[in-house]
Structures are given as C-alpha cells and as structure tokens.
C-alpha cells in the first residue's frame, strides 16, 4: 500500500525529492520514515517523521541536506534531498507505522514498506 518514486541518477550537488504514496484512508494516522540500502550494506534509517508532521527526525549523516515531510491531504510522504553525495546511493525504502511501538529510527517499528526507489549519485 506504499507506492515510493522519484529516484534516478543525479550528479554530485544535486537535489532530489522522493515522494510516498500510500493507498491507505489512515495515512494520517502513521509514523512515517525514509531507510535506504546501498550496494552490500545493510538497511540504514534515513528520516522519520510522526504522523502530524512534528518532531521529524533525521539520520546524522543526511541532517541538513534531507527533509522529511508529509502531506495528509493527498496521503504523501516525501523526502526532498539536497546536495547528494556519492555516498548517498541507495535502494531508498519508505515504511509506515499506525501504532509505533518503538523508536522511528529502528526499522522494526514499522509494519508496512513500499518498494525501492534507486538513486544514483556519481562524482
């Protein structure tokens, strides 16, 4: 029920904005967050961000180049990137979660992920 889009190849310094859709009528009600996964890593958190759009929180290495943002209205997540490093290609997951149980930064919490979106950054 989590449709994410928005990834490609963009040049070093570029900006992206990866957007979330859900199909749900209770999108309002979820935790959001943003994880990724790169090339033989595991599956690191990205952004959370609850379910009014307050207290949104970010990993130390994208903090100042990424936002996590939502829009309820039309039951969208987005995560607008901005000066990418090459370090920054990934699978880029989103994940939702009606009654988190635990942190937003574990990916456990969440109970429903959307498909990869790829991004590519090169030098």
């Known amino acids: 029920q989590l449709q994410a889009s928005g990834g490609g190849p963009v040049q070093a310094g570029d900006s992206l904005r990866l957007s979330c859709q859900s199909s749900?009528?209770?999108?309002?009600?979820?935790?959001m967050a943003w994880f990724r996964q790169a090339p033989g890593k595991e599956r690191s958190f990205v952004a959370a961000i609850n379910y009014n759009g307050a207290t949104p929180d970010y990993a130390d290495s994208v903090k100042g180049r990424f936002t996590i943002s939502r829009d309820n209205r039309v039951n969208t997540a987005y995560l607008q990137m901005t000066s990418l490093k090459p370090e920054d290609t990934a699978d880029y997951y989103c994940?939702?979660?009606?009654?988190?149980?635990?942190?937003?930064?574990?990916?456990?919490?969440?109970?429903?992920w959307g498909q990869g979106t790829l991004v590519t950054v090169s030098s």
């Open positions: 994940a939702a979660a009606m009654f988190p149980s635990g942190p937003l930064v574990v990916g456990h919490t969440y109970d429903y």
């Open positions: 749900s009528r209770a999108f309002s009600s979820y935790a």
